[in-house]
């Protein structure tokens, strides 16, 4: 069976900290993996990853894809109270159906 | 540009009835697909159409039909509602199936069956 496992499910942190989010699938016909921000509704796509080891960045944000060991990890840095939400990861599959993860919510404390 | 449009962005309705809800996608996007997502949950993939024709189906019973119009537009109905069917209804569009295109979601259609 297709899955997308995210960890962790829910992460507490203070302002300014770093943090890694991770996301580990087994998906046949693996296209590509994107990572979602969702806060209230609409997911807001992030970044897409096709080809291992080529991090992509936009910010304080950044993520990689490990396409030998199937995993992917987000990274934010310098966390702000404006980077709380669900982090959603999904893998492409076949002609463009998405198989998403549980989410990482993540809290930002001031 | 507007983005990925949907309605309506709430309702209630009551177990046994019929729902219909509908998506606007990107101007020029070919492909939209559904899916369901559940309180806490990630999304479940519902459908895919593309050019009008279905493309794919999740593991979703039949009282879940959708279709597409020429203008790409399209509508989610779901009939008979159950209390599980309670969701955020989230739509996905995309310029084409072929691979590296990235997929836009809609704000969503929140359903509450009571």
């Known amino acids: 069976e297709d899955k997308v496992v995210q960890s962790p499910l829910s992460l507490v942190v203070h302002e300014g900290d770093t943090v890694t989010l991770n996301c580990s699938y087994e998906v046949t016909n693996f296209r590509s993996l994107l990572w979602y921000k969702q806060e209230k509704k609409a997911p807001t796509f992030l970044f897409m990853l096709t080809s291992s080891g080529i991090e992509k960045k936009s910010g304080r944000l950044s993520s990689i894809l490990d396409k030998k060991e199937l995993f992917s990890i987000l990274n934010i840095t310098a966390t702000q109270t404006g980077d709380s939400a669900v982090y959603l990861c999904a893998v492409i599959q076949g002609a463009q159906k998405l198989v998403f993860g549980q989410g990482t919510r993540l809290t930002i404390n001031p | 540009d507007a983005g990925v449009t949907q309605s309506p962005t709430h309702l209630i309705k009551t177990r046994g009835q019929h729902v219909t809800l509908r998506c606007s996608p990107i101007?020029?996007?070919?492909?939209v697909s559904w899916y369901q997502q559940v309180l806490g949950q990630g999304p479940q993939f519902i459908f895919q159409?593309?050019?009008?024709?279905?493309?794919g189906r999740g593991n979703f019973p039949d009282r879940f039909s959708a279709r597409q119009f020429p203008n790409y537009s399209s509508e989610l109905n779901v009939n008979a509602l159950l209390l599980g069917d309670s969701a955020l209804y989230l739509c996905?569009?995309?310029?084409?199936?072929?691979?590296?295109?990235?997929?836009?979601f809609g704000e969503g259609s929140w359903l509450t069956v009571v």
């Open positions: 101007s020029g996007h070919k492909s």
């Open positions: 996905a569009s995309t310029w084409h199936r072929g691979e590296g295109n990235t997929i836009y």
């Open positions: 159409y593309y050019e009008k024709e279905e493309r």
